[in-house]
């Protein structure tokens, strides 16, 4: 009877280490899938954060010499030189994830076409309502054609359409205020004499006629392409890091 009750009671001592043995590994299991699955948080976190930092752009920061946007104290204090001035970012998702940028100077007065040659059509889209100045500019510049104000043009830096001046008008004060720290030319909000070229082609009068802007009203009027006339050029900046 005794023996039957030690037997009893290693197999009670068996059984419960085997629990515990289970007990054990299951404990251990389950904390390496919650560190799993922290780890995957944190790895998905830092990913949005990364992709949603652009979020944080709005007119009136600037786009460093580095290729980052920060305000121009953040910018300056980190040794950087201010190249353009933000004036409208993407946000709605309108024009493809794109943000732009404003150069600091306005260029020299040139003609749309080469006034020394016959009119001819640039190879632009001439349509007033799409943001396409940088294909626009692509067309100016090495088409058949060559314009002089394409020519003209800084590295990275394209003709704004009409529909990208409007944004640009849109957003003129905040502009303003950065474009004087960093000692750019300020758009002329106050000159109705001024007027600027677009890269817009006039439709049905693509050979001659363009489309120029005035920053002071938002208004754009039919320009004959011989006449000379300033750009204010722009950049785009691609979003998540990927600069064109």
């Not at 043995?21 to 990364?50: P, Q």
């Not at 009136?60 to 920060?70: D, E, P, R, T």
């Not at 050979?207 to 750009?231: C, I, N």
């Amino acid at each position: 009877m005794k023996a039957s009750r030690i037997k009893l009671a290693v197999d009670a001592v068996n059984g419960n280490s085997c629990r515990m043995t289970i007990g054990l590994w299951t404990a251990i299991a389950l904390a390496g899938i919650a560190a799993l699955a922290l780890l995957s948080l944190t790895s998905c976190d830092d990913h949005l954060v990364d992709d949603l930092s652009w979020h944080d752009w709005k007119p009136g920061m600037v786009y460093c010499s580095n290729g980052h946007v920060a305000d121009f104290d953040k910018c300056t204090e980190d040794g950087f030189v201010p190249e353009a001035v933000i004036f409208y970012v993407d946000i709605a998702g309108e024009i493809e994830g794109q943000a732009y940028a404003v150069g600091l100077y306005e260029t020299a007065p040139e003609s749309f076409g080469r006034s020394d040659t016959v009119y001819a059509v640039q190879g632009t889209s001439a349509d007033y309502e799409k943001s396409d100045g940088e294909s626009n500019t692509v067309s100016m510049r090495y088409g058949n054609f060559p314009s002089p104000i394409a020519a003209a043009l800084p590295p990275k830096y394209f003709i704004p359409s009409v529909a990208e001046y409007y944004r640009l008008f849109s957003a003129r004060d905040a502009v303003n205020g950065t474009l004087g720290l960093c000692g750019g030319d300020s758009l002329p909000v106050s000159d109705e004499s001024c007027w600027y070229w677009t890269s817009t082609e006039c439709k049905g009068a693509e050979r001659d006629r363009a489309w120029r802007y005035s920053l002071f009203s938002g208004r754009f009027e039919s320009e004959d392409k011989h006449t000379m006339l300033p750009v204010r050029p722009i950049m785009m900046i691609r979003l998540n890091g990927k600069e064109k």
